[in-house]
């Protein structure tokens, strides 16, 4: 990197990561490697110059509240969230890098609801998520069917934030990295998150989007529910709220119990 190569109108940043010990210099590709961290964006005011850094686009302030914070660090947010499962009150601290943020924010909006956690489980955060969730759990002792609320006990203690007061719009549904740096979203982004957690190894539950007039929520399979549920190809799925504490697996507020609702196979 000689720096009377560099672009007084280009942004740049330093990247820390691993790759494989046999790569060398000359033939590393970014594909192979697993990035640490790396810093906020920069530029050099001249060629060679001094360099000045840059936020990046849609760059958020510290936050806290009474159960989450948000502090600015370098190329990241430091991100923290409490709740509780079975009775234990936990808290998970986490970084969430900025430049997925900025990404997240630029990416079309021009699919369905399915589609969303489609492409969280593919290309976006649902595997690092729900490994991250996982290893907690382990952590923390919990069993298999108490992992299970431990994972919706996460999504449902991220705050309630409608779509009108973090983007101005009725109607905006959110990618995970959004929601998460950004620490809460309304029904729909909370239930995609949910739902790509859910689906995603290590979980690998059979879930579905229930969408109540005006709400959307998460359906999981069961061969006996013992809450309330809705069918969709012939199997049972029992209702998840996504977006207050408290409810588990079955649970349904009354506006909603035995509503028709459109389910959207994910």
Known sequence: FSLADVDPNTKYEYLVGLVPADTTAEDVEYGDL????????FVF?????????????HELEDDSGENYSRNNVEGAYQLQLSGRTGGESWTIGFF???AAHALARRRSRGRSRPEYVGYELTDGSALELANLLKDEADALGYSEAVQLQFAIDFVQSLPYVPDDVSRGFDDYTKFIMETLPEMGGDCEDSAIMLASILQADPFNYDVILIQPPGHMAVGIW?????????????RKYEYIEPTAQGWAVGDCPEEYQGVDARLHQV
């Open 45 to 57: 005011d001249s060629i060679g110059g001094p360099i000045r850094r840059v936020e990046y686009e």
């Open 34 to 41: 697993s990035l640490i961290m790396h810093t906020d964006p």
């Open 222 to 234: 069961s061969s006996e529910p013992s809450g309330w549920y809705w069918e969709l190809d012939g």
């Open 96 to 98: 969430a890098y900025k």
